[in-house]
């Protein structure tokens, strides 16, 4: 099955800061989201984005499909982006549809 | 537009025990998927049902099971639960031709 990794695995920032966090993925894909979980665990839709480039507020991502990653940039960090921000991906034509998840990166943003 | 709703929100069981959660989509959803997080193995898929049929079903034993219901509402059952069990149970639905998946709260099960 498709392979999904993220980095960095844990990111420390001071609150202000920018951070890139990028997502490779090893087959093509035709859906791709990005997921920021809260401490109680709820996944909070960020951007669906099998290409191309989005901006929503101090976040964009963009998703170079051809070769095979997707980048998620936060800007002017604030504490409340702390958190586990995943990548999820479907493979094109696989056979089970689900998500396929990355093990996520853990950011903290410091006040 | 009300999210997602899982019910219960936690859970403590026994071994061997069974637990059936469940899960409520957005209103107008017809695809509800289940995914199961641990700390060792992440984020897993476990399966989705669409119009009261499961259509995919990822890599777990027959113990897992699950049924959606005509007003689109899902339930999932563990039997002979194992220490292993212990998770938090996703739910996520979406829409006919849009591809988002959008998550409730979770439900965290706790098996000793």
């Known amino acids: 099955g498709i392979q999904v990794e993220q980095s960095p695995p844990d990111l420390i920032l001071q609150e202000g800061a920018n951070s890139t966090l990028r997502c490779n993925f090893s087959d093509s894909v035709n859906n791709l989201q990005w997921f920021h979980q809260n401490p109680w665990g709820q996944l909070i839709n960020l951007f669906y984005?099998?290409?191309g480039t989005k901006q929503n507020g101090r976040l964009s991502a963009t998703t170079v499909a051809t070769e095979r990653y997707s980048l998620l940039y936060i800007s002017s960090s604030q504490t409340t982006d702390s958190g586990v921000y995943f990548c999820?991906?479907?493979?094109?034509?696989?056979?089970?549809?689900?998500?396929?998840f990355g093990k996520g990166t853990h950011l903290i943003i410091q006040p | 537009k009300a999210g997602v709703t899982q019910t219960p929100r936690y859970l403590i069981k026994t071994r061997g025990q069974q637990v059936t959660l469940s899960c409520s989509p957005i209103?107008?959803?017809?695809?509800v998927s289940w995914y199961q997080q641990t700390p060792g193995q992440g984020l897993q898929f476990l399966f989705e049902y669409f119009s009261e049929t499961q259509r995919n079903k990822g890599n777990f034993p027959g113990r897992f099971s699950g049924r959606q219901f005509s007003n689109s509402r899902s339930e999932m059952n563990v039997s002979t639960l194992e220490l292993g069990d212990s998770a938090l149970y996703l739910c996520?639905?979406?829409?006919?031709?849009?591809?988002?998946?959008?998550f409730g709260p979770g439900t965290r099960l706790l098996v000793l």
């Open positions: 999820a991906v479907v493979e094109t034509g696989g056979g089970a549809d689900g998500l396929t």
């Open positions: 996520a639905s979406s829409s006919t031709g849009d591809e988002t998946q959008y």
């Open positions: 984005i099998p290409s």
């Open positions: 209103s107008g959803h017809r695809s």
